[in-house]
């Protein structure tokens, strides 16, 4: 089971871009990558998903290198309601069959 | 809202004892996840069903199991509780979706006194 790497913490302020990157070394091949966001006492929140380059919508963008060892998850302009924990996962979208989601990336936006 | 819904929403109990959390998947999808969330931890993966029969099996105690019904809701037993089974349990459901994403429920706060 592919696993990811992430920083345990991140402060920034409003109106700041925040990227968190994850490693990723061993990807396999049919993985994609996909991001979560979660509020305390609350489930986790699909972000993006992808699969190489650059992928964007209306909440964040992805990117990630030729090799894939590693993504990054890009939030533009963070507002203190993008407080939260941020999870990268690895998998085929058709098999999504053992989410590993780790402890994430916990991301503390201030004032 | 996710469109998948749990209950009871919070539950407290006494060790040694059994409880049934259940969960409601969005309409038409056919698979089923459960997590549980320790304070403070990351999200921990017992379990997924697929129409009915189990798919997948991750850090799930044998205390524990889990069924999925013919109107796809599913149900995890949590047996001989002990202290450190208290804790946030989510349910997840996915479809065909684009993505295949899973979409969480509100989750159990589950107290073992």
């Known amino acids: 089971l592919a696993k990811t790497t992430q920083p345990i913490s991140m402060d920034s302020y409003e109106g700041q871009e925040v990227n968190i990157t994850c490693s990723h070394n061993?990807?396999?091949?049919?993985?994609?990558i996909t991001w979560y966001q979660q509020f305390p006492s609350q489930g986790p929140r699909f972000i993006i998903q992808?699969?190489?380059t650059k992928v964007t919508n209306e909440v964040a963008s992805l990117f990630i290198p030729a090799d894939r060892k590693s993504s990054t998850l890009s939030l533009p302009r963070v507002s203190l309601s993008d407080t939260a924990v941020y999870y990268c996962?690895?998998?085929?979208?058709?098999?999504?069959?053992?989410?590993?989601f780790g402890s994430g990336t916990k991301l503390n936006v201030k004032p | 809202d996710s469109g998948v819904t749990q209950t009871p929403k919070h539950l407290i109990t006494a060790t040694g004892q059994r409880v049934t959390l259940r969960c409601s998947p969005r309409?038409?999808?056919?698979?089923v996840y459960w997590y549980q969330q320790s304070l403070d931890q990351g999200l921990q993966f017992l379990i997924q069903?697929?129409?009915?029969?189990?798919?997948a099996k991750g850090n799930i105690l044998e205390r524990f199991s889990a069924q999925q019904f013919p109107d796809l809701h599913s149900e995890l037993n949590l047996s001989s509780l002990e202290l450190g089974d208290s804790a946030l349990y989510f349910c997840?459901?996915?479809?065909?979706?684009?993505?295949?994403?899973?979409?969480f429920g509100p989750g159990t706060r589950l107290t073992v006194l």
């Open positions: 997840a459901s996915s479809g065909q979706g684009e993505y295949n994403e899973q979409f």
């Open positions: 061993n990807i396999a091949t049919n993985d994609y």
């Open positions: 992808g699969y190489k």
């Open positions: 996962l690895l998998g085929p979208p058709n098999n999504f069959n053992k989410f590993y």
């Open positions: 309409s038409g999808d056919l698979s």
């Open positions: 069903y697929y129409n009915g029969e189990e798919r």
